[in-house]
């Protein structure tokens, strides 16, 4: 199975900052990676996928990057609804694995 | 409204067997490969099963394989997880996941989840 890591595992932040979370694959999953969303008691939410697609809906403050092994997930500038916590999953084959998470929350 | 609803969860005992459903609504379920994801308490996200749109290709997560069994019904828009001799390990929220129509393996929609508790 291919093993996925984030870093860090949790930032403080505040609102108008600029958010950056790694993501990387133990082996190289080509840009089939996507980011999610999740807010306490609240199901994930699909924010990119194929390494650097908005999902429809999702505002333009979110992006993605990376191929290979080695991804980002920026937040350009942070608000306040964005304080949650954020998974990476390799959409590259079976089984697809996620991220342990990074929780983003208030400085 | 485009959604997915799970039902089904409780308190079952080790052992035990539970069966849970996800209703669709709002898009041609028959269309999309649908997946069930896991949450234990205060952990990250695991896959669990994949059912492809006319039931042809079925997987599992070897913490699973053997014990769960999942199915549909595309006449009733319905998503299942029959899950049997089930352990302390298998308590998590369980997720109704469709598999996303822009890419491979990922999920673009999910339901609000179900809590099963396996716990004597």
């Known amino acids: 199975d291919i093993q996925m890591t984030q870093s860090p595992s949790s930032v403080s932040a505040s609102v108008g900052d600029r958010v950056t979370i790694t993501c990387r694959a133990s082996?190289?999953?080509?840009?089939?990676l996507a980011w999610y969303q999740q807010k306490p008691g609240k199901a994930p939410k699909l924010l990119i996928y194929a390494a650097s697609s908005l999902q429809s809906g999702v505002p333009s403050r979110f992006s993605g990057s990376g191929s290979g092994t080695d991804f980002t997930l920026t937040i350009s500038s942070l608000q306040p609804e964005d304080f949650a916590t954020y998974y990476c999953q390799q959409a590259n084959s079976f089984p697809p694995t996620f991220g342990p998470g990074t929780k983003v929350d208030i400085k | 409204e485009v959604q997915l609803v799970e039902s089904g969860g409780g308190l079952v005992k080790p052992g035990g067997s539970l069966r849970l459903s996800c209703a669709a609504s709002g898009f041609t379920f028959s269309s999309y490969s649908m997946n069930w994801v896991r949450q234990a308490p205060g952990k990250g996200l695991e896959w669990v099963s994949s059912?492809?749109?006319?039931?042809?290709?079925?997987y599992y997560a070897d913490s699973v394989k053997g014990r769960f069994t999942i199915s549909r019904d595309n006449a009733k828009n319905s998503l299942y997880l029959q899950m049997n001799s089930l352990r302390a390990e298998d308590t998590a929220v369980y997720y109704c996941?469709?598999?996303?129509?822009?890419?491979?393996?990922?999920?673009?929609?999910w339901g609000r989840g179900t809590l099963v508790t396996v716990s004597s």
């Open positions: 059912i492809s749109s006319s039931s042809s290709y079925i």
């Open positions: 082996q190289g999953i080509s840009s089939w």
């Open positions: 996941a469709r598999e996303g129509s822009n890419s491979n393996y990922d999920f673009d929609l």
